[in-house]
């Protein structure tokens, strides 16, 4: 990419172009399509934050014309991402822009859009990366009012800042008025501004803030220190207007399209200035709008050239015009301006060779300023395809005339044939409202430079070259234009000035050295090329080389067969090892090194396969021998043949000698023995694999010695034969070992002792680490935790060596007076809840940051009184790496007033949790009732974060029972039917234990006839069940479930004596699984396609497993599902018919393998809801039914009892509720977790049954689990 300066008028488009794309940035983004494509993405100045809805504008920069063409658009996804699609190749600016006015716009990489614009080039592939990081917008607001009370909407206000480059006010961003008459700028860089109010209606005068009639004598409005700024408010004056025609030289013809200027006297400057303007339409009326009161001068001005621009009424001067004086809400009618007929200059323009007719040569009539005493241009025109052009709106006087072609591809020239500026060039004289005709002008066609780069030596085409064009001015030399020689050397410079020009030579690849025509390596010694109008200069480049070519054959050492795939590096002799170019043998075991710089080097040759051992030319195993080197010259092909030994290997193994156990990543090497005390250390090097195993081949036939080394250095070196050098001596030290030409060297194993120890890196806020922070290390004894001692270290490195296996935790503790928090490994503040680092057969590293120490601090109120709430318990909970969970790390508790504050705080994620005092429900942060839910807050280092809380009375759970299970259906019943008002049905099952099976199916009536269920004996009516028939409505109807084994006739005949009893129907089969499916039957029948498409199933086999099945009841209550059962390991034949029947779409099972076989579960390809006993499946049941939105947590009922949860099930889950179950004397722990969960959304919490069912002590346990 590359930097281009961007004209000021082109930079100004730029803020219309901004309200074009606000309307269109809210359309989605256009879809990736083929290549090529401009993307990335754009983040705000809050590091990592995306910024979505930007609008992202391509402009093209490299248009035929020279404008800038908007060639599409994009907006931001949700993570800040664009992709501009089908992008032709050019050259493009991309410019970033927020709509929304909260960020400022700004082009790509940085630049702001009245700067130079960074170039994106694009060729045939995706250009990424095009980033943005958008900085936070200013804003300025106010108010507009009219000084007659009427509305100011829509008036344009807008923000101009002072660009210091162009040294003028230049429009940054603007706003409307809204109906309130308020107005908003948002998008504003940092700056000092001035602000304009105009209407573009015409109905208030135009005024800059505040109440200044021109932007110089404005007042400033900074947006250098803050971020907003509001109240600059103004009040607008009914605008003046001055009305009349442009006529023509007769005075009889109005005159259309004419520009019209109103000036108005600036006495700072001592001139008129430009205040407004208008244009004439068909007839030559006009109206200058938006005028505020004051004196005015009026001209007309025809843009076609035909008359003579004039001021009121009809003077050629300025000072000669006539003031108009208008007040606010004037209008000035009749201000007729008669122009003048214009004089013209007209002629063709042709090429001096071939005399063709030129088109689009701008020609510009100059006219003389004696003020100035110099030549200034009045007008132009420009030719058409004829060659042929008009120069219009002139007055009558001498003029000279220029040539000019914006093309570059002609001379420059003035009338007549006047190539030195305007000062040689002929008058042109004509007369007012004349014509002068025949001023023609013959353009000579620009000079070219054409040549052919070429190697010197062999005189071949040389393509790729750079080829860099210097020009001449005034004796200094500058670069003028660059290109690259094709494919057969060719280059020209076309359209050239006379004059002398020099050539520079660059080949990017490095093979050729920068050069200057002609052939020599110094500007100053080039030779200049002279260059003439209309003429072609051919020049040769003949580039000099610097270099020669090394090359050679590898051969078998024994058998003399060339050798294929041979890898031959070249490095240099004075650096044996840095590679400089690397080359494969071909089959006849040829290579070749060319464009090789005059030098010393040697040729090292490779193996892949290792068959053959690495050497170097000639053939030895090392290359720094005076005898390898080789000696390339420019020009020259070097020699350098190898004859190749086979290579020999070395295996083994390395362990801990402590232990035994494998070592990998151990290092493996060996040196050369030249002589028992001349060691030559060799390549190739190796590591140990995870077992512990190596195999170093491609050795050189001889002898070694082996060392092996840990790079990590938590393994002691070792020379091979168990011996452990000193570090300077360890090629020096071991054994030999022999290795021969094609054979295998077995068994050269190590056994490392570790290096126990614990290496701490420390630093402070991600910078270097400050010696006050010291390192303590505390090691796990029969005693508990012992520190065993600490230090500074030095550069943030401590090492704690020549440790046993065993526990160990790190402190980083800090004196208080350098502010920085002290902390344990990993992130904890305290020794018990740091993280264990285990010792065991190698030493251990581990990091920390220290830093400054975060706070949090809040308000704890009454969500229903908004009362603060004192004494509340803050726990701050961090992730513990050694627990593995959320765990508590610091604490505190709220002062009288209900606030908190917390300090002294590590840096890192935090969730916070309000424990408040009885009768309020505790919560974490974000209103969420676990920390695994909350949302993490992070803290950097010395930061604070505030966290308020509002929390709400904790629910009471309320008792439903009686003195048997009987009255505590009952009871149950009627707390969810009042005074029974309005039951019309009420369902009938056996409260025997044998027949419970029964009453968990009768859920489902109940939900079919929106009726309560009642428990009778297996033969008998409780007194409780007929007074609570007796005081429903008359003409209830009865529903007994159950056969008469169940429920005896008995019961039924006692039923129907009962006053009021409409009716009593039984639903039954032979067994409790056919029950179960007529009851199914029964709510398809009655209530058809209300009842729920899925059906639920479990155990009615043994009750053992039949309890597990209990929380099912609510969901059937509510949602009309059906409660089927099946036997432990097999589906009895009517729930499979009813199943069939019915056809559900889906099937949920309660319980787990046991109370259910998973060959049941495959069969009804059922989706099993389950949990380690009956207590979790419960909370699993309860979970899924939420989880689907059958259900919901405001209500919870809890039980132990299997009658009083039938019976309550029902009512809850007629009311939308989950039911749980608990122990008599205890709350289980899947119970009280999942209540503490719900808490937040539990409004009502009923217990079934009497103490012998549940235990006051229970009772408290769920109190508090509600907490």
């Known amino acids: 990419m590359q930097t281009r300066a961007v004209t000021l008028f082109r930079a100004l488009r730029f803020t219309v172009l901004l309200t074009i794309v606000a309307c269109i940035a809210l359309i989605a983004t256009p879809a990736l399509a083929a290549t090529p494509s401009i993307s990335g993405r754009v983040t705000s100045d809050i590091p990592g934050t995306p910024l979505p809805d930007i609008a992202v504008t391509l402009l093209r920069l490299d248009a035929p014309d020279g404008e800038i063409i908007e060639s599409q658009w994009a907006t931001t996804d949700a993570d800040g991402q664009y992709v501009l699609v089908d992008v032709a190749p050019g050259e493009y ?95 504003l860089p940092r700056g000092t501004y001035r602000l304009e109010f105009a209407d573009p209606d015409g109905q208030f005068a135009r005024q800059f803030y505040l109440n200044a009639l021109s932007i110089e004598t404005a007042t400033n409005v900074s947006l250098t220190t803050v971020y907003a700024v509001s109240d600059r408010n103004i009040t607008l004056e009914p605008a003046a207007h001055i009305t009349g025609r442009v006529l023509d030289a007769v005075g009889e013809n109005g005159v259309p399209c004419a520009w019209i200027t109103a000036w108005q006297y600036d006495a700072g400057a001592g001139e008129w200035t430009p205040v407004e ?144 500026g305007v000062l040689s060039a002929t008058d042109v004289t004509v007369a007012a409202a004349g014509v002068q005709t025949g001023v023609d002008a013959a353009l000579t066609r620009r000079g070219e430079i054409a040549g052919t780069t070429t190697l010197k030596m062999s005189g071949a085409a040389v393509a790729g070259v750079e080829v860099t064009l210097y020009g001449s001015d005034f004796g200094d030399w500058y670069e003028w234009d660059t290109t690259t020689s094709d494919a057969n050397g060719h280059f020209a410079f076309p359209h050239l000035f006379a004059g002398a020009y020099r050539l520079g030579f660059h080949d990017p690849s490095g093979k050729l050295p920068d050069q200057y025509y002609s052939g020599v390596t ?77 030098g010393f080097y040697v040729v090292r040759f490779t193996d892949g396969a290792g068959t053959y051992a690495t050497q170097f030319y000639p053939s030895t195993p090392w290359g720094w021998e005076l005898s390898s080197r080789v000696t390339a010259s420019i020009d020259t092909v070097s020699r350098a043949d190898s004859d190749m030994k086979r290579a020999g290997r070395i295996s083994g193994r390395v362990v801990s000698k402590a232990t035994g156990t494998a070592i990998a990543g151990i290092q493996v090497q060996v040196a050369w023995m030249l002589s028992p005390q001349y060691p030559v ?62 054979n295998t060297t077995p068994s050269i194993n190590g056994a490392l002792t570790a290096r126990l120890a614990i290496k701490c890196a420390v630093s402070v806020e991600g910078d270097s680490f400050e010696p006050e922070a010291s390192v303590f290390l505390w090691a796990l004894t029969a005693d508990g935790w012992v520190c065993r001692g600490g230090g500074n270290g030095r550069d943030g490195k401590m ?194 234990d044998r027949s419970i099976p029964d009453p968990l199916s009768a859920a489902g009536l109940a939900w079919t006839y929106d009726a309560p269920l009642l428990l009778v004996r297996g033969t008998s009516l409780p007194s409780a069940v007929t007074d609570a028939i007796d005081a429903m409505p008359d003409g209830v109807c009865v529903h007994v479930v159950g056969g008469p084994a169940a429920v005896s006739t008995e019961c039924e005949t006692a039923l129907r004596a009962i006053d009021g009893v409409a009716e009593v129907t039984r639903t039954a089969g032979p067994n409790r699984y056919a029950t179960a499916a007529a009851v199914a039957r029964e709510m398809k029948r009655e209530r058809g396609d209300e009842m729920a498409d899925f059906a639920l199933v479990a155990n009615g086999s043994n009750p053992k497993n039949f309890v597990d099945a209990l929380s099912l009841s609510p969901l059937a209550a509510a949602q009309g599902a059906p409660i089927l059962l099946v036997a432990s ?51 699993a049941i309860s979970r899924e039914s939420v989880s689907r939105g059958w259900l919901n947590y405001s209500l919870v009922g809890v039980t132990s009892s299997l009658p009083d949860a039938l019976a309550g099930g029902c009512t809850v889950g007629l009311d939308g509720g989950v039911m749980l179950l608990t122990k008599q004397d205890s709350l289980p722990s899947a119970t009280a977790n999942a209540l503490h969960e719900m808490r937040l959304e539990v409004t009502e919490c009923r217990v079934f049954g009497g103490a012998a069912a549940i235990s006051e002590t229970t009772l408290d346990m769920i109190r508090n689990a509600l907490r």
Not at 717 to 731: D, K, M, S, V
Request: net charge negative; aromatic share 10%.
């Open 93 to 187: 600016a991309v410019l970033f822009d927020d709509p929304t006015g909260s960020y400022v716009s700004e082009a790509y990489n940085n630049r702001s859009v009245f700067e130079d614009w960074d170039v994106i080039e694009v060729a045939d592939v995706p250009v990424t990366g095009i980033d943005a990081v958008l900085t936070t917008a200013r804003h300025i607001s106010g108010t507009v009012a009219a000084s007659d009370g009427s509305s100011t909407e829509g008036v344009e206000v807008t923000a101009w800042l002072f660009d210091v480059n162009w040294y003028m006010w230049l429009p940054v961003r603007s706003a409307a008025v809204a109906t309130d008459g308020t107005y908003a700028i948002g998008g």
């Open 277 to 420: 303007w208008a244009e004439s339409d068909e007839s030559g009326m006009y109206s200058v709008d938006g005028l505020s009161a004051g004196t005015y001068r009026i001209s007309a001005f025809d843009v076609d050239g035909a008359y003579v621009e004039r001021y009121f009424p009809s003077t050629r001067h300025i000072d000669d015009a006539t003031s108009i004086t208008v007040a606010a809400g004037e209008t000035r009618a009749d201000t007729d301006i008669i122009l003048a007929t214009a004089s013209h200059i007209s002629g063709t323009v042709t090429a001096e060779i071939g005399t063709a007719p030129l088109p689009d040569i701008e020609v510009t009539a100059y006219a003389y300023d004696a003020d100035y005493e110099d030549w200034w241009p009045v007008s132009f025109a420009t030719t058409g395809a004829d060659g042929a052009y008009s120069i219009g709106g002139l007055e009558g006087g001498t003029y000279r005339v220029e040539f000019w072609d914006p093309n570059e591809v002609f001379v420059d020239e003035f009338y007549d044939n006047a190539k030195d």
């Open 522 to 598: 110094s500007f100053t010694s080039g030779t200049s090329i002279t260059v003439r109008d209309a003429t072609t200069t051919t020049v040769t480049a003949q580039l000099i080389g610097s270099k020669g070519a090394i090359t050679g054959v590898v051969r078998d050492s024994v058998t003399r067969s060339p050798l294929s795939n041979i890898g031959v590096s070249l490095e240099s002799a004075l650096n044996v090892g840095a590679v400089l170019a690397t080359t494969t043998t071909d089959a006849s075991g040829t290579y070749r090194f060319n464009e090789v710089p005059s």
């Open 681 to 742: 250390v060799m390549l190739p090097v190796t590591t140990t694999a995870a077992d512990g195993t190596y195999s170093l081949g491609g050795l050189y036939p001889g002898t070694y010695h082996v060392v092996f080394s840990d790079p990590a250095a938590d393994w002691g070196t070792q020379a091979y034969n168990g011996i452990t050098p000193e570090e300077t001596l360890e090629f020096y030290v071991g054994s030999n070992v022999t290795v021969a030409a094609g």
């Open 799 to 992: 090492e704690f060596g020549n440790l046993t296996p065993g526990r160990y935790r790190v402190g980083f503790i800090s004196p208080p007076t350098t502010g920085i928090a002290s902390e344990f490994y990993s992130g904890w503040p305290t020794l018990e809840g740091a993280t264990d680092i285990v010792l065991t057969d190698r030493p251990v590293s581990i990091t920390c940051d220290v830093g400054r120490p975060c706070s949090f601090n809040g308000t704890v109120t009454s969500t229903d009184s908004g009362d603060p709430l004192a004494g509340a318990r803050i726990d701050f909970y961090r992730y513990n790496n050694q627990a593995a969970t959320w765990l508590v790390s610091a604490s505190t508790t709220t002062t009288t007033d209900g606030t908190y504050t917390k300090s002294g705080l590590l840096k890192g994620e935090y969730r916070v949790e309000v424990v408040p005092a009885d009768g309020f429900v505790s919560e974490f942060n974000g209103d969420q009732p676990t920390a695994q839910r909350a949302e993490g807050i992070t803290l950097g280092y010395g930061e604070s974060a505030t966290v308020d809380f509002g929390v709400g009375a904790a629910v009471t759970p309320a008792r439903s029972s009686g003195p048997t299970r009987f009255e505590t259906a009952v009871a149950v019943a009627k707390n969810a039917f009042p005074d029974w008002t309005g039951v019309t049905d009420v369902i009938i099952a056996s409260g025997e």
């Open 1129 to 1179: 390991d097999a589906v009895p034949t009517d729930t499979r018919a009813v199943l069939s029947d019915l056809d559900p779409s889906k099937i949920y099972l309660a319980g787990g393998p046991a109370a259910v076989s998973e060959q049941v579960r495959s069969t009804l390809d059922a989706e099993r809801w389950s949990g380690a006993d009956r207590y979790a499946t419960a909370v």
